[in-house]
């Protein structure tokens, strides 16, 4: 069965200290892996795509790596407007076109 | 502004008393899906369409029912709600179907009593 699978459940960061989440992912086939960031009472949105191991996506302060099992969600040098759950998400290369998505890792960053 | 909407944004109703969600967006998207999330369980695939006139179900579409008659609008209808449909509810659309980043509505928090 399709699973993904995220960790820490929660993480809690003082302001400069960078840390990464991970995501663990079991799909016969990926046709890509997203993350997002949802803010509480928002709805998610996107930050990266990857398509296949070895990639790496950056962006600001985050930077997204994939592997053929896991990808890592790095934070360097946080700031506390980084708070959020971070979302991972991967869509199956198969026939089907549904999205699997992980519980999250909600994210505190203390000024 | 491109952007996904929903209405009602908070939903109150009884068991057994048929609802509809509707969802719009404005950026000719053709992949759109509806989600539910909640506390522990994350987000999980209800039903999502690659175009109009087609539609396919996710991970948990039991009790709901979906169609696409117009690119832009894929309503969420629950025929008779029960009490464990209480959740968020958020409505997505990308440019395709394959591999394209998703854009969220704000989400409709339902509650069936």
């Known amino acids: 069965e399709d699973q993904v699978t995220q960790s820490p459940e929660a993480l809690r960061l003082q302001e400069g200290e960078s840390s990464s989440l991970n995501c663990s992912y079991t799909?016969?086939?990926?046709?890509?892996l997203f993350w997002y960031r949802q803010d509480p009472g928002k709805g998610p949105e996107f930050l990266f795509t990857?398509?296949?191991a070895g990639e790496e996506k950056e962006k600001e302060r985050l930077k997204a790596t994939l592997t053929k099992k896991e990808s890592f969600l790095h934070i360097t040098a946080p700031k506390p407007e980084d708070s959020a759950t971070y979302l991972c998400a991967v869509q199956e290369a198969s026939g089907t076109y549904k999205y699997i998505f992980g519980t999250g890792t909600r994210l505190k960053v203390l000024a | 502004e491109a952007q996904v909407t929903q209405n009602p944004r908070y939903l109150i109703t009884v068991t057994g008393k048929k609802l509809t969600v509707t969802c719009s967006q404005n950026m000719n998207h053709e992949y759109m899906s509806w989600y539910r999330q909640d506390p522990g369980l994350g987000l999980r695939q209800i039903y999502y369409?690659?175009?109009?006139?087609?539609?396919d179900k996710g991970d948990v579409p039991e009790g709901y029912k979906v169609s696409r008659k117009e690119k832009r609008n894929f309503p969420l209808i629950l025929e008779s709600p029960s009490p464990n449909q209480t959740s968020l509810y958020f409505c997505?659309?990308?440019?395709?179907?394959?591999?394209?980043?998703?854009?969220f509505g704000p989400g409709t928090r339902l509650t069936v009593l």
């Open positions: 799909v016969s086939g990926l046709r890509g």
């Open positions: 997505a659309s990308s440019k395709l179907a394959g591999d394209y980043e998703q854009f």
């Open positions: 990857l398509y296949s």
């Open positions: 369409s690659m175009n109009v006139e087609v539609t």
